[in-house]
């Protein structure tokens, strides 16, 4: 079982739809990332938030932290095929040294043109 | 490079063959961070580095995983006698700040195959 709980698990959507990915966890994390990974690479960083109700805004792409600092939700506006990828949230526990990042299962999205 | 760099990037291992993948992170980082990817997951933590003290471990799914940074600079995770459930891509990260993990920059890891 992951601490972390994404859905959906697989998206498939037309380019210029809007989505939007859930991150649930039953745990306190002091602070939760947004990463964007492409098949054979690593996870790069989109975003981090710290602070319980939190909203950040990069393009098209719109951040937010649960008021509990429990959950996160990643919504991205008219999706084009260049967003295509594994979206994974990751958060370090509030009960952790700070030196361990849980991740969850991943989103993997598909932008058709 | 400017980033960290993984090699093998892709490594074919028999089952029983003992393999060693190498990280080599950004340059004055002082954490580092190992972690599993089985094919459609997320990552999960390995081991964690500050400097070449080995602060965390708890991850290493068994005795047969083992990781070292004796310079405080490069390092390896070796594992020994490998299994087929050991088939992921490794990944490794590395950080500026000491238990730095959320500033935390990844490699293209490893894909570790185990036939």
């Known amino acids: 079982t992951q601490l972390l709980e994404q859905s959906p698990q697989f998206l498939s959507i037309q380019e210029g739809e809007n989505l939007t990915v859930y991150c649930n966890s039953s745990?306190?994390?002091?602070?939760l990332q947004w990463y964007r990974q492409e098949p054979g690479e690593g996870p790069v960083l989109l975003v981090t938030v710290v602070t319980g109700g939190e909203v950040k805004k990069l393009k098209r792409l719109t951040f937010q932290f649960g008021d509990a600092r429990k959950d996160s939700s990643l919504h991205i506006t008219a999706a084009q095929p260049g967003d295509t990828g594994l979206y994974l949230c990751?958060?370090?526990?509030?009960?952790?040294?700070?030196?361990?990042?849980?991740f969850g299962g991943g989103t993997r999205l598909m932008v058709k043109p | 490079g400017a980033g960290v760099s993984q090699s093998p990037r892709y490594k074919v291992a028999k089952r029983g063959q003992d393999v060693a993948l190498r990280c080599d992170p950004i340059?004055?980082?002082?954490?580092l961070f190992w972690y599993q990817q089985a094919l459609g997951q997320g990552p999960e933590f390995l081991t964690y580095f500050q400097n070449e003290a080995q602060l965390d471990k708890s991850g290493l799914p068994s005795d047969r995983f083992f990781a070292e940074r004796p310079e405080g600079s490069v390092s390896t995770l070796k594992i020994q006698r490998t299994q087929q459930e050991d088939s992921a891509v490794y990944l490794c990260a590395s950080s500026l700040v000491e238990g730095g993990v959320t500033e935390a920059f990844f490699g293209q890891g490893t894909r570790l195959t185990v036939v």
């Open positions: 990751a958060g370090a526990p509030i009960d952790n040294a700070g030196n361990m990042l849980t």
């Open positions: 745990s306190v994390f002091s602070s």
């Open positions: 340059s004055g980082h002082v954490s």
